[in-house]
């Protein structure tokens, strides 16, 4: 490579590249502010105070957006994980540069002139791209802003997940589940703000100086978003599927030594508000689509060979599957007394006032928020979470001993290494673990971003109405999500004095239904020693196993038979190495 | 000051000295047994007497109400179609320490057994009820559906067995009526709205305080023994064991280790049967238990009331329930029958009887369910297996209509599929699991004296002869049972003072703490004008009690 490809950004004027595109989350996400909020409505009655949400990022007027640094964060690791090639090369020659420092033969200019030379000489293109302590990178991400106008009010009852019109935000809950008690760790319960899939951001990449290989290069990158096996995700719990995005709409713009006599001159006699190099954004510096195939892409580094394993995995419901998420929806079951399902009513999202006056309470299924439009429309889904949650617990149940149940306890309080159990490491490798407060050392040990990453497709159905025995609907009935099948079920405990129904012990609550396909893709990054990939391999065999012997159940009211499933196909892909996507600019 | 038990012992002590005149008086409150301040109005009629609350010292057995009762003339009525599990002075319970004990030394199992239900009379479960013509209420009950196909929820067959189990084991009593504080469960009605309603307002577990209309206050004690509301502090019981509990107190709530799941069978399995219910009121044979009889209580003290109307009547106050409910098996169809005919069960014109069809699974049909354990040790598998299917003699009840002889059913494990679970090495990734497809052997009731946690036995013995007596299926007895019509001499006859008390000289008694054989004594006594004021007296007396259900055994 010469010197001329070489550049740097503050090098002499070559070129400069704005990349202008659309960013779609296909997943919702959260890139946090570590702050918390409250939110109107979600309040805990019992200790009389505001729930804490975990909030995320947002620009000046409140709205959620992705920070430039966050993104260019989420590019350069792409870049460094995806090519060969993509390493600091200039970390391992800092004793070099040092040495040029402290050379006493040279002044401060011939040092300087030295250290970038050594810099362009020496620099791999992710150091020239992104920069280091030493140089300035050539691309700059610009904060990305929400363009997305959603009409859908306020939620102060929780049915539409508390949305926020404003900040363009929803409410998720997480929750870690004791495995001896059945029931919420104390302490474990998460709020936390999320941008619903289909939240539309314009994001702005400008690059000056690229060299040789580097646009073609930096737009492969852009283009890592729709990777189908490997995409570049931004923010918090990407393992939970969360983060993920597609890319559209790029306009590329080129300001080059052939066409800067015109930006002169635009610049000259422009009224726009535009000014400098923001006016390479006008049409005519527009690359055409026929000149994007002219970018040097033969001497592109080769794709790396993507280190994970996937399998996809299709359960069928074996029973009902209940995931709650804390909500009610209204039902009348019955137009007289000693009836039941007769000429019912249902409303999705009744307020409290009409849950009092004319409704009963259904417990509802886990839903999350999705942009249509101008609108949020909510939709049924399988949390990630749940699966990993039902898949760690056996995990740890049956891998380490009782007392270790409880792994953030048992590793503050113990003298490592002389007491740790077999496959600990194993199952913090896989699944990742976070402690805080533990001796020194232990919490960076012990502290792993894991492995895993389950994804769990949306159900595919379309049924408008849960199913209840009778189906005799009035008309004007608001059923709420459609997309997956779903029954009432009544649980009426008796008194086991008297044997009558127990006062206030009726309710009802809906469940996904049996017979319904649950579609799971796990990826699992392969591990540094061989032994951790035989006990990722082994683990995969023994939870399909559970999983089809009943043993592993996935949400809640297992001891009523929910929960059950069956791995019905299991398709295990090959690695594969990452495709070159320019083409579908 | 009085002194209480020791299942009372979580009331403490409660000076009752105060309560005499009616002089207001807050007991302190605990934190088992919250004190109600309930203050309902007083219908038209006052408490001569001011209940005072006592515990129920050394609660009689079954065994001594049988001796009592043994020598009973036998009466032309119907035994009543349910009885008590007598309740003890406190729960079995065992400690975490005696858990973990006990889970070291015993194999844990996991796995699945499959069960055979078979319906050995019709069983129905309430789906779709659909309204009828202008006076009557119900026109049919559809069976419950899941899914568009016809089940035996799990939760009910859940539901059953820890019922059961609860009894059989002594353990607490997970469902109860509650309200929060302060109200009772069994409130004291408005007499102005609803003159037939409870004088004495009452709750399962806390001591309950009524402000009559003269502005005196009574107590009146729990229906159940404050210890036998389900505490984590104090303990576990089998069925919470077996079946989970979930506990305000961190970290004790337990996840369950037995899951039920649904029964699912086709249609053609199905066929309509009668059933009966009263119109314009409540379901027949809905409870209604009440502490101004000795139908549900155990007998307490006898008092004299006005009524609005301005008669006096006697009032036979009752405090605490006699046990745990459960109904006997007899043949639905004969039972119906019984009822519909208005010669030997007199229907009220206001309320009258109505028939309708509900949809049963039939007799003799088979359904097939799973029930899945976690790591359950060895005598809980027994004991569950054991539940499932309780010997020769007992059989369980499940749905709608026990009361008329629908739901007997009988279990059988077809199959059992388990693993040994390790305890103290973890799981081996390498190797296959090792299920066992298990010829089921019957745990006997001979064997029960194995089951033990701590030394102490799981099974409680006389809870287990309750059992036998109310769950014994000899379909060849053809025994009836029928509550007590709506006529004379029975539910709505008052005992007019001084008319009906005077003349047998009991004045003495009114007011004053009476003993439980006393008790029997008076009810024998007003048996002419009233027979349904002792519940026991008139199981006893009823047809075929003491020559047959008296004598069954597990």
Redesign the interface.
């Known amino acids: 490579m010469t010197e001329e490809h070489r550049q740097l950004k503050g090098g002499t004027f070559q070129n400069r590249y704005l990349i202008k595109a659309t960013l779609t989350a296909k997943t919702p996400f959260h890139i946090g502010d570590g702050e918390t909020i409250t939110r109107k409505g979600m309040r805990d009655e019992e200790k009389n105070k505001d729930h804490q949400i975990n909030s995320v990022a947002t620009d000046g007027k409140g709205r959620a957006y992705i920070p430039g640094s966050s993104l260019r964060g989420a590019l350069r690791d792409w870049l460094c994980l995806s090519y060969d090639g993509m390493t600091e090369k200039l970390e391992e020659a800092r004793k070099k540069m040092d040495e040029i420092r402290d050379d006493k033969n040279k002044n401060q200019q011939e040092k300087d002139d030295a250290i970038v030379d050594f810099v362009m000489k020496n620099s791999s293109a992710l150091e020239r791209i992104f920069g280091t302590q030493q140089n300035e990178g050539k691309l700059e991400v610009w904060d990305a802003y929400c363009t997305s106008k959603v009409e859908t009010n306020i939620d102060e009852y929780g049915q539409l997940c508390f949305w926020h019109k404003d900040r363009i935000t929803y409410v998720a809950k997480s929750v870690a589940i004791?495995?001896?008690?059945?029931?919420a760790e104390?302490g474990k319960l998460y709020n936390f703000e999320l941008v619903p899939a289909g939240a539309a951001f314009e994001v702005n990449f400008s690059a000056q100086n690229l060299s040789e290989n580097e646009p073609a290069l930096l737009i492969e990158v852009l283009n890592g978003f729709n990777h189908p096996t490997n995409p570049i995700t931004i923010g918090a719990m990407t393992k939970l599927d969360l983060g993920k995005f597609c890319i559209s709409d790029f306009k590329i713009h080129h300001l080059d030594s052939m066409n800067i006599d015109k930006w002169r001159e635009i610049a000259k006699t422009t009224t726009d508000i535009r000014a400098g190099y923001d006016i390479i954004a006008d049409s005519r510096f527009e690359i055409k689509k026929e000149e994007l195939k002219t970018l040097n892409k033969a001497t592109l580094p080769a794709p790396k060979f993507v280190a994970k394993n996937v399998e996809n995995w299709l359960l069928n419901l074996e029973?009902?599957l209940v995931i709650r998420n804390g909500t009610f929806a209204g039902w009348n079951n019955?137009?007289?007394?000693?009836?039941?399902?007769?000429k019912m009513e249902f409303k999705w999202n009744a307020t409290p006032q009409e849950m009092v006056t004319s409704f009963a309470q259904v417990g509802d299924l886990y839903h999350s928020l999705e942009i249509k439009g101008d609108k949020v429309v909510p939709y049924y889904h399988v949390p990630s979470s749940s699966i990993r949650g039902s898949l760690r617990a056996w995990t740890i149940e049956?891998?380490?001993?009782k007392e270790w149940w409880n792994m953030e306890d048992k590793i503050k309080e113990s003298d490592f290494p002389n007491n740790k159990?077999?496959?600990l490491d194993n199952i913090i490798s896989l699944f990742g673990f976070a402690i805080e407060g533990a001796k020194k050392g232990i919490s960076k040990e012990y502290t792993k971003a894991g492995r895993l990453t389950i994804q769990v497709d949306r159900f595919g159905s379309n049924q408008t109405s849960p199913?209840v025995?009778?189906a005799?609907w009035k008309g004007g009935n608001d059923f709420g999500p459609s997309n997956a099948?779903r029954?009432i079920?009544p649980?009426n405990?008796?008194?086991?004095?008297?044997?009558?129904a127990?006062?206030?012990?009726l309710h009802n609550f809906l469940e996904f239904?049996?017979?319904q396909k649950l579609s799971l893709a796990i990826e699992i990054l392969k591990p540094d020693k061989p032994e951790q990939g035989v006990?990722d391999q082994?683990?995969l065999e023994?939870w399909k196993?559970?999983i089809n012997?009943?043993?592993i159940?996935f949400g809640g009211l297992?001891?009523?038979?929910r929960g059950?499933a069956k791995v019905i196909t299991r398709t295990v892909i090959e690695s594969v190495k990452k495709e070159a996507i320019n083409d579908k600019i | 000051m009085t002194k209480f038990s020791n299942s009372f012992d979580k009331l403490k002590e409660i000076d009752t000295t105060g309560l005499k005149e009616g002089i207001p008086y807050t007991p302190p409150p605990t934190k088992a047994s919250p004190i109600s301040q309930h203050k309902g109005t007083l219908p038209e009629g006052r408490s001569k007497t001011i209940i005072q609350i006592t515990a129920a010292k050394n609660r009689k057995t079954r065994m001594e109400y049988d001796e009592w009762l043994s020598k009973e003339p036998t009466e032309d009525h119907n035994p009543n179609p349910f009885d008590f599990v007598f309740l003890s002075n406190h729960p079995a319970l065992y400690s975490d320490e005696e858990i973990k004990h006990f889970e070291q030394t015993q194999d844990l199992f996991s796995g699945h057994l499959e069960i055979e239900l078979t319906a050995l009379t019709p069983v129905h479960i309430v789906g779709t009820q659909v309204p009828s013509s202008p006076g009557h209420s119900i026109e049919r009950s559809n069976f419950y559906k899941e899914s568009s196909d016809y089940c035996i929820p799990g939760s009910s067959i859940q539901g059953m067995l820890r019922g059961f189990i609860e009894a059989l084991t002594n353990g607490w009593i997970s469902q109860a009526q509650e309200k929060e504080d302060p109200d009772p469960a069994y409130s004291k009605s408005d007499g102005q709205t609803n003159p037939q309603g409870r004088h004495i307002g009452f709750d399962s577990f806390k001591v309950t305080e009524n402000t009559h209309s003269n502005g005196k206050k009574s107590f009146i004690g729990p229906g159940i023994l404050p210890v036998y509301r389900p505490d984590r502090t104090m303990g576990i019981d089998i069925s919470s064991y077996l079946f989970g509990i979930i506990s305000k107190e961190k970290g004790l709530s337990r996840k369950h280790k037995v899951e039920i799941e649904d029964a699912f069978f086709q249609k053609e399995a199905l066929k309509d049967f009668p059933m009966v219910d009263i119109n314009n009121t409540a379901f027949m044979g809905g409870a209604h238990p009440s502490a101004s009889n000795w139908w549900y209580m155990i007998p307490k003290v006898i008092l004299e009331r006005r009524t609005g109307n301005g008669h006096h009547v006697m009032e036979l106050v009752g405090e605490g329930f006699w046990g745990r409910k459960f109904y006997f098996h007899q043949n639905p169809v004969e039972c119906i029958n019984f009822y519909t005919n208005s010669q030997q069960w007199p229907s009220n014109l206001k309320r009258p009887i109505y028939e309708y069809n509900a949809a049963c699974l039939k007799e003799k049909n088979k359904v097939c369910f799973n029930i899945y354990v976690k790591r359950l040790p060895k005598a809980m598998l027994d004991l569950l297996c054991l539940c499932l299917m309780p010997g020769e003699n007992i059989r369980h009840k499940l749905g709608y209509g026990k009361q008329y002889g629908y739901g007997s059913v009988d279990f059988k494990i077809k199959k059992a599929l388990m693993r040994k679970e390790k305890k103290d090495s973890p799981f081996d990734l390498l190797k296959e699991e090792e299920w066992e497809f298990k010829a089921y052997n019957p745990c006997r009731w001979e064997a029960r004296k194995d089951l033990k946690i701590a030394e102490k036995s799981i099974i409680d013995e006389s809870s287990l002869k309750n059992l036998a007596r109310i769950l014994n299926w000899q379909p060849t007895e053809s025994i009836l049972f029928s509550y007590p019509p709506n006529s004379k001499k029975y539910f709505q006859t008052p005992i007019r003072y001084p008319e009906d008390f005077k003349p047998l000289r009991l004045d003495g008694l009114i007011g004053n703490n009476l003993s439980e054989k006393n008790a029997i004594d008076v009810a024998r006594q007003l048996w002419s004008t009233k027979k349904t004021i002792h519940f026991h007296l008139y199981q006893a007396r009823a047809k075929r009690y003491k020559e047959i259900v008296m004598k069954r055994e597990p």
């Open positions: 004791d495995p001896e008690t059945g029931t104390e029973t009902p019955s137009a007289k007394p000693k009836t039941r399902n007769y049956h891998l380490l001993p159990p077999d496959y199913d025995d009778g005799d099948e029954q079920k649980r405990p008796l008194d086991r004095i008297t044997h009558a127990k006062e206030g012990g239904s049996k017979g006990f082994k683990l023994h196993s559970e012997s009943g043993e159940r297992t001891g009523i038979g059950r």
